[in-house]
């Protein structure tokens, strides 16, 4: 258990309204937001009014005024189906963007104030949460983050803390495990998570469904561990401070009373997704001593919080003299790092890579391939921070620029990640949105189901996050199919604003990286192999031809008759169907579309030139068909899977489904 501290120690901001006032005003914004809408959650906000007026008004590090300043302590409302709670807090304290009108607007089309809240919807949304246990998991990466950047830049520039408030709901799920076991073995002793302990869930009391001990669960590992009465403000308090100085992650177990002050539904599970109904809001106005309409409050209970946001402004201009102090190239560096700029020179040393690959042309996996070019990336660019889920030896993501971050020393910049993918995924949704790193992670790309929802939620907040997946398809042979990719390069594609690369040799495989860490505002996945590949672009290119999504690799010898379209590993075997087409008289192209996304983004002339008008066309990936349409007529063709997998060394494998070049030319042919 933490050690209490004597309370005197706590900091505070002298206010002429109470505590008990301050907590009431996000009671009272909370359930008359929800019941102007209609639709919300009321109970959670009702519940951690108390626990969230300690944190803002005693401990938060933050600035309204200069909401993105780099230092500011983050704060995650992992529970974020409790969304008012944090959108009261932001009107509250000062944001410019957070008004009264916003709440207002609550869960109403073009509002900031959205169902859960968004990152990039308004300012102090650190990220987006609603999913529960996302946030616990990003607040990890965010943690790790924090003592990653000190390491390198000290922490007179970097010294933060990350806050959660998390519900039952958040550690119910098993990403919640995951992270907090990689947050204890690292002793990321800066992440502090509140618990909202209220002993209920949508079904009603958590007994029901859930016997854990959560004290003695993250005591196990390796948590620090504490409960107090979520009501009482001076043992929150003591908690927070003693949180503060401890040598390890700590969770606050707040027992707290779901809809505190209704004066009927409190402590069940009616306050939890529904408004609360005129009579029962109207109760608890008594019950809590508000006697105010909706939406009106107090001159000076509003006045108390702004000056709790007024007062981070001192700390975040002391904070921006510490950065002017800095010797020129290391706060030129520190800039663009915030900035989310590469490094100058970074293209130059991508074509000189390139040119090297062009002269040698080696016959390498493309997950080899991807490893080389990180060999070049990471010393020019070192804000990148690469991990694996235990398949380091096999996703090739560790290079020689990179040493492992241990929970004594974050001077590294590779995380073993352990077998948690989902915690991986989220953690680096984490590390990119603290800003100042770019993460790269890998494992199977059969498990990107086990990073799925985490992937999503790096497009919805449009993250730069890379996911370097390899062992693509059948290709990876004996394992068998539990662990060959079928469905899973259609069902990311399906994912909005993700980018999705297949590269099919060194030189495709190195564009794709370029291509991968400009985007400021895109995910990307890397699919990779885990057979050799022979080189297939054996001429120099200034150009990044897969930035194009799509291009053709080899002109027909005469006026085409037939293309192929193929991406990957099925790149060779449509080269080797055209040879044997060519030797038939049958003129054929080959086009590589490495990524649909970004060729789908090209203008339609260029789509249409690139996909051969007129032609035949015989698509081909080892993968399932879903998504190859688009780019096909109805008398086109495609090879590839139909099933799952099998188990056999990949050669017979290919022959056994009928991805090969014979099966493609006959394809070909008979459509001719």
């Known amino acids: 258990m933490l050690q209490a501290v004597p309370t005197t120690a706590v900091p505070s901001h002298k ?14 914004l909370a359930m008359d937001a929800v019941q102007k809408a209609n639709s919300g959650h009321p109970g959670m906000p009702m519940g951690m009014a108390d626990v969230a007026t300690v944190l803002f008004s005693r401990f938060l590090k933050f600035d309204p005024q200069n909401p993105t300043w780099p230092d500011r302590d983050r704060f995650v409302l992992s529970a974020g189906h409790g969304s008012m709670l944090l959108y009261a807090l932001l009107y509250l304290t000062g944001y410019p963007d957070m008004t009264l009108d916003e709440l207002k607007r609550f869960r109403q089309f073009g509002s900031r104030t959205a169902g859960h809240p968004e990152f990039g919807h308004a300012s102090g949304i650190e990220t987006t949460t609603g999913p529960l246990g996302q946030g616990i998991a990003n607040a990890v990466g965010m943690a790790l983050a924090e003592r990653l950047l000190a390491a390198q830049f000290g922490d007179k520039l970097v010294d933060h803390y990350t806050y959660v408030i998390a519900g039952d709901g958040c550690l119910m799920e098993g990403i919640s495990h995951e992270a907090a076991s990689l947050a204890g073995h690292l002793k990321l002793n800066k992440l502090i998570v509140l618990f909202d302990d209220n002993g209920i869930s949508i079904d009603g009391p958590t007994s029901l469904t859930v016997s854990d001990d959560q004290l003695a669960r993250f005591k196990a590992y390796g948590w620090a561990v504490t409960r107090v009465d979520g009501h009482a403000p001076e043992e929150i308090a003591a908690a927070i401070a003693a949180a503060q100085k401890s040598d390890r992650p700590t969770l606050i177990a707040c027992r707290t009373v779901i809809g505190f002050g209704a004066p009927t539904k409190a402590g069940t599970a009616s306050t939890h997704g529904s408004p609360l109904g005129n009579d029962e809001i109207k109760g608890a106005r008594e019950k809590l001593d508000w006697p105010y309409p909706p939406f009106e409050i107090p001159e000076p209970v509003l006045q108390a919080w702004r000056s709790i946001g007024a007062a981070g402004a001192a700390k975040s201009k002391a904070w921006q003299e510490t950065l002017a102090k800095l010797p020129a190239a290391e706060r030129a560096e520190w800039e663009r790092r915030q900035k989310g700029d590469l490094p100058a020179g970074f293209d130059k040393i991508i074509g000189d890579y390139k040119a090297k690959l062009v002269a040698e042309k080696p016959k390498w996996a493309t997950r080899k391939s991807s490893q080389m070019a990180l060999e ?29 971050v241990n929970a004594g020393d974050f001077g590294g910049r590779y995380v073993y990640y352990g077998v948690r993918e989902h915690a991986m995924a989220a953690a680096m949704n984490g590390i990119a949105l603290h800003g100042g790193l770019i993460p790269y992670g890998g494992t199977f790309l059969v498990f990107t189901d086990y990073c799925r929802p985490s992937i999503r939620l790096s497009a ?8 370097v997946m390899t062992h693509d398809s059948i290709g990876l042979g004996e394992d068998g199919p539990t662990h060959q990719p079928v469905e899973h390069l259609a069902s990311l594609r399906a994912i909005p604003n993700l980018l999705v690369f297949r590269p099919a040799d060194a030189v495709e495989t190195a564009e794709a990286w370029q291509v991968a860490l400009k985007q400021k505002h895109r995910p990307s996945v890397l699919a990779l192999t885990r057979q050799d590949l022979a080189a297939v672009r054996v001429t120099a290119s200034d150009e990044n031809l897969v930035a194009k999504g799509g291009y053709e690799l080899l002109p027909a010898d005469g006026t085409a008759k037939v293309t192929l379209l193929a991406t990957g590993s099925e790149i060779g075997v449509a080269v080797a169907a055209r040879d044997l087409l ?18 789908d983004e090209q203008d339609a002339a260029y789509r249409e030139e690139v996909l051969g008008p007129g032609t035949v066309r015989i698509a081909t990936e080892a993968g399932i068909r879903l998504g190859w349409d688009q780019y096909l007529d109805r008398k086109d063709g495609f090879v ?29 042919k008979q459509r001719l």
Do not use: W
Request: proline share 6%; hydrophobic share 45%.
């Open 15 to 28: 206010a002429a309204a109470s505590h008990a006032e301050m907590a009431n005003v996000i009671r009272a």
């Open 582 to 599: 060519q030797k038939d008289g049958i003129p054929t192209r080959v086009v590589s579309l490495p990524c649909f996304e970004l060729f």
């Open 376 to 404: 070049v990336i990471n010393p020019a660019v070192p804000e990148t921070v690469g991990g694996s889920a235990d398949l380091t030896g096999s996703n090739n993501t560790k290079t020689n620029a990179l040493a492992p």
């Open 460 to 467: 919805l907040m449009e993250q730069r996050v890379v996911y």
């Open 640 to 668: 590839g899977m139909k099933s799952f997998g099998a188990s056999a060394p990949f050669e017979q494998l290919y022959r056994h489904f009928g991805i090969t070049a014979e099966a493609v030319a006959a394809a070909a």
